[in-house]
C-alpha cells in the first residue's frame, strides 16, 4: 500500500485534533497570517455584525485546500463570541441531517460547512430559506393528508468552504454575501506561521531551517505544519531535539520531499509525462491511467502546484512538460517537445 502523501493539502482524521489547538491555529483575526484582503473584508464585517448586533453575513470561501477556510470560520466565531459546528457537504446526505444540524444551532452561532459543491441537490433546496429567512420547511404525511411544517431558527451565519466554486449552482452561491477566493501563501507568511508554531511547541528551531521548511511547504500552511512535526520527530528521535538544517534534510529525504517541495507522486506524473508521452501533450484521463491514479486526484491535488512553479503547462490539447518541468527531474526532449520553447 502506498504511503499518504506528506506534501497533500488534504487534511487527515487523525489532524483535525492537532491543526485545532492553540499552538497551530490562531484565535483571533490579529493572529491570522496571509489573506490580507480576506482578513481586512472580514474585519468590517465582523465589527459592523456586532455593532448591529447581528450574525455576521454568510461567508463563501473558494480555493485549494489547506489553506485556512476552516481556521477562519473558527476565528469569526471567536471574533462573534459564539461556536462553530463544522460539517461537510458528503455528511449531509438528506434533508434531516442538515434540519438537525441547523435547529441546534444557537444565536450568531457559525455553521461551517466543506466541500459545500457537494450537497445533494434534495439538501440544498433546504438550505435557501435558512440562509435568508432563518425558517426551514418541510413536508409531513403524505398525499390528501401531506402538510407543510415550518420551523423557525436562530440567526446564524453560514460559511461554506469549497475547492471548486464552478460546481455551486448559482441560486446557492447568490445567497453568500461575501465570497473570496484564497491564494497561496508567500515565502515570508510561511515562515511566520512556522516560527509562531515552533514557538507554541516549544521547540529549537533555527532560522535557516524555518525558511527551508517554508520553501517546500507549496505555499499551504497545512502542508507546512506538517512538515514541521515530521522533522520534529526525527530530531527527536535521530538527532539532538533541536529543529536545525541537518534535521530538515534528513527528516524530509526519508520523507521523498525534495528540496522543491516536490514529492514521488510529483515526480512519477512529470517522469510519465517526459518519458511515456515526450512531454505531451496527453489528456488528463490518459495520465491518471497509466499512473493507476484518479483523476480528480490529480487535477486537484498534484497538478495546481505544478501548474504554479511552471513546471506544467494545460493546453487544449492536454497537459504538457515545460522546459522548467523537464529540467526539474533531469529529462531531456527532443528539440521542440517542450511546451514554451
Known sequence: MARERLVSAEERPEESEALASPALRPQRLAEYVGQRDLVERVRIAVQAARARQEPVDHVLLHGPPGLGKTTLAHVIAAEMGTRAVVTSGPALTKAGDLVGTLTRL???????IDEIHRLPAAVEEYIYPAMEEYRVDFTVDQGMHARMVTLPLKPFTLIGATTRAGLLTQALRSRFGLAHHLDFYAQEEIERILARAAERLG???????????????RGTPRVALRLLRRVRDWSQVKGHGRVDAAAVAAGLQLEGVDAHGLDELDRGY?????RTYKGGPVGLETLAATLGEDADTLEDLVEPFLLRTGLLARTRQGRR????GAERIGERLPDGALFGE
Open 270 to 274: 512529470l517522469r510519465t509525462l517526459a
Open 321 to 324: 512538460l515545460t522546459a522548467a
Open 203 to 217: 521547540l529549537q528551531a533555527e532560522t535557516a531551517a524555518i525558511s527551508t521548511l517554508a520553501t517546500r511547504s
Open 106 to 112: 444557537g444565536a450568531g452561532d457559525v455553521l461551517f
